[in-house]
């Protein structure tokens, strides 16, 4: 394949990145590329504590999983799936855990039209852990919350199916294009006793630029996602308020130096609860803007061994309610410091350890927050 054709597909990776069931353990593929898997190992940990002097700690472990496995020159299929273990512990001594799989993800990628079009399908097969109790329900409330960062927030769901589209140009130094996707989600049971649930489906469309002049670099993406109704025994129930997620980044490299600065928001619309038979949109909403800035320095300290200094602060805005409303919720955030280093060996294999240290306040200064993670992964080209 000529390298000006995987400059098309390079680009349009970093789109369906977005597009196909987007999780931060997924990898993303390009076309031309020799086989590869990867397995990594992150813990995190977080500490919640109230002016009363009540402490919540939420642990977590995860073992992500990803394969990438070339089957044509223009046709690649990747693997996607965890295993991770939960623990939450109030200081009173009370605690509830939640271990098990995470779902299981197979996508496959086509290129067509000199690699400026590429179609995809996926399937979510429903390995993860599902049919949760009262205990396991509260541990995932918790780390679906918008002010921490815990890897896997929601271990399992039904069945789905993803078809995905993406196009891209590329003039010179610039480059543009779009893509989209939709993802079908059947019913499954949740929780204990709830055996009927079905998701919303949902729809994505995004568009991208880039722009590269000699060491520098930028990209600026957009998403648009909107759901369809949740339903429980066949009556809509509640649908998730449009989300419109922009991010914009900046590179620069020059001989032992790399430097990444990134900017995220994500906006979320009204949802739609039921309230006397039917679907109503909410008076506000229930979640704030998201805010994430995000930066690296890399410094290659020999051919092989890479140093890494990272930088993470997120703002996540008070939702709409007032003060006094009980689904009131104020601005919280956390900012976040750490270093790694990366490493390759044997010529075919890859690895990687960071370390980072979190601090920060939710609910207008009313809850403290302080956390860490820890990642070690390694990887192979074969």
Request: hydrophobic share 40%; aromatic share 14%; charged share 20%.
């Amino acid at each position: 394949m000529m390298d000006s054709s995987r400059k098309y597909l390079t680009i349009i990776f970093l789109l369906t990145a977005l597009l196909f069931i987007y999780q931060p353990l997924e990898g993303q593929i390009v076309f031309g590329q020799p086989p590869s898997g990867e397995m990594k190992f992150i813990y995190q940990s977080w500490t919640i504590a109230d002016s009363a002097d009540n402490e919540i700690s939420l642990n977590q472990w995860v073992l992500p999983l990803y394969g990438f496995v070339p089957v044509r020159d223009n046709v690649e299929i990747i693997f996607t799936s965890s295993t991770a273990g939960s623990n939450r512990e109030f200081n009173d001594g009370s605690d509830a855990s939640l271990t098990g799989l995470n779902d299981t993800r197979l996508a496959v990628y086509g290129s067509f039209f000199e690699d400026r079009v590429v179609l995809g399908a996926g399937i979510n097969l429903p390995t993860g852990k599902k049919s949760l109790d009262n205990d396991e329900i509260g541990v995932v409330n918790l780390l679906t919350e918008s002010f921490l960062n815990f890897p896997i927030k929601n271990y399992g769901e039904g069945f789905g199916a993803t078809l995905e589209a993406g196009y891209a140009r590329t003039f010179d130094a610039f480059s543009f294009g779009g893509g989209a996707s939709y993802m079908l989600k059947a019913a499954y049971e949740p929780l204990e006793g709830i055996e009927d649930y079905k998701p919303g489906n949902m729809f994505r469309i995004g568009a991208f630029g880039t722009a590269r002049r000699d060491q520098f670099w930028g990209r600026l993406a957009l998403v648009y996602s909107i759901y369809g109704e949740d339903e429980l025994d066949g009556t809509a129930i509640f649908k998730d308020g449009a989300i419109f997620d922009i991010t914009g980044e900046f590179r620069f490299s020059q001989d032992r130096i790399a430097a990444l600065l990134g900017l995220r928001q994500i906006v979320r619309g009204k949802d739609k609860r039921l309230s006397s038979g039917e679907l109503v949109t909410e008076p506000e909403r229930s979640h704030g803007a998201e805010t994430r800035l995000y930066g690296e320095a890399v410094y290659g300290a020999s051919e092989r061994i890479a140093l890494k200094a990272l930088l993470d602060y997120q703002y996540v805005a008070a939702n709409g309610y007032a003060d006094d409303h009980p689904r009131s919720f104020g601005s919280s955030n956390y900012f976040g410091i750490g270093a790694g280093l990366s490493s390759s060996f044997y010529q075919m294999f890859h690895g990687q350890a960071e370390f980072e240290y979190f601090t920060g306040s939710a609910d207008d200064g009313d809850l403290d927050l302080n956390g860490w993670q820890f990642l070690i992964g390694v990887g192979a080209s074969f």
